[in-house]
């Protein structure tokens, strides 16, 4: 077991957002999809990330969507009833906490689709690949609510044509908008929170690339070594809902404040 080492790294990290927290200075979050499992809510990469068989890649992607767009509808419907059953966890909660001493400070970025940083009570989040519950029109481009119950195809309720889910796929680009707010907060931050991501999806990944390139502290959340704790000044090798609470308690923060 690691665990002298976590207790160094918790130990400088906290310092790092103590000092953050005293001086008000920005502080930039990234999550992915680790912080959702101990929800329960499956991971992307891990075996559990399979759905009948296919991989992610395999069913988030446009091509997969002109094939067969039932199918991929049926995979996001299944992942919704995934995520309604859940509970934000702790790991979500102390990042409310965090956000309410530091205020507008305070930036978080999710690659997730979930929406539970936003049940949990953050305010300031920035979702970079769209949401589960939102589905977009393939022709005049609206975007509207799921209905609770739908289950196949979705369907534009202005103009009647085919919806997509209103997410971002393997191949496109990030919101526009969702992607300019995340380099500014990146560009302007003095530390960075890395915290559930393998770090292996461009552009969310090269975010921590930018952020290291210009001198952020980087601090990473996460049980097992991902493509990106090369870049971290200290890696905490632990789940996200017990490392975050830990780390906001050492740096003298309720975890449970928000
Ligand atoms: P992945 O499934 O690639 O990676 C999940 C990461 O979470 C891994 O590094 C795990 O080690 C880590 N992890 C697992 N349990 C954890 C816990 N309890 N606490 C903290 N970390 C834990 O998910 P993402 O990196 O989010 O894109 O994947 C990035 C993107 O790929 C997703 O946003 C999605 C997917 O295709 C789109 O939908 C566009
Ligand atoms: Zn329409």
Not at 63 to 90: C, G, I, L, S, T
Not at 161 to 173: A, T, Y
Request: a neutral charge; aromatic letters at 6%; proline letters at 6%.
């Amino acid at each position: 077991m690691a665990k002298g080492k976590d207790e160094d790294a918790i130990h400088q990290a906290a310092e790092m957002i103590a000092l953050a927290v005293r001086g008000r200075k920005p502080l930039v979050v990234l999550t992915g999809a680790g912080i959702s499992a101990e929800s329960g809510v499956p991971t992307f990469r891990g075996p559990e990330g399979l759905w009948q068989g296919f991989r992610p890649e395999e069913l988030a992607t446009p091509a997969a969507f002109a094939r067969d767009p039932e199918r991929v509808w049926q995979w996001y419907h299944w992942r919704r009833q995934r995520v309604a059953a859940a509970e934000p966890n702790a790991g979500h909660r102390a990042l409310v906490a965090l956000e309410a001493v530091l205020d507008d400070a305070f930036t978080l970025l999710t690659q997730n689709v979930d929406g539970l940083h936003r049940r949990a009570g953050s305010q300031r989040v920035v979702e970079l690949h769209g949401n589960l519950y939102r589905a977009r029109c393939t022709r005049c481009q609206g975007s509207a609510a799921i209905p609770d119950t739908a289950e196949g195809l979705v369907f534009c309720p202005d103009c009647g044509s085919l919806s997509r889910p209103d997410v971002v796929w393997f191949g496109e680009r990030l919101p526009e908008q969702a992607w300019r707010r995340a380099v500014d907060a990146v560009e302007n931050a003095s530390v960075m929170l890395v915290v559930g991501t393998s770090g292996v999806v461009q552009p969310a990944a090269g975010l921590v690339e930018l952020a290291a390139a210009r001198g952020v502290s980087i601090v990473e959340v996460n049980p097992q070594r991902s493509a990106l704790t090369d870049l971290a000044r200290c890696f905490i090798g632990e789940k996200a809902g017990v490392a975050l609470p830990r780390l906001l308690a050492r740096a003298g923060l309720d975890p449970a404040s928000g």
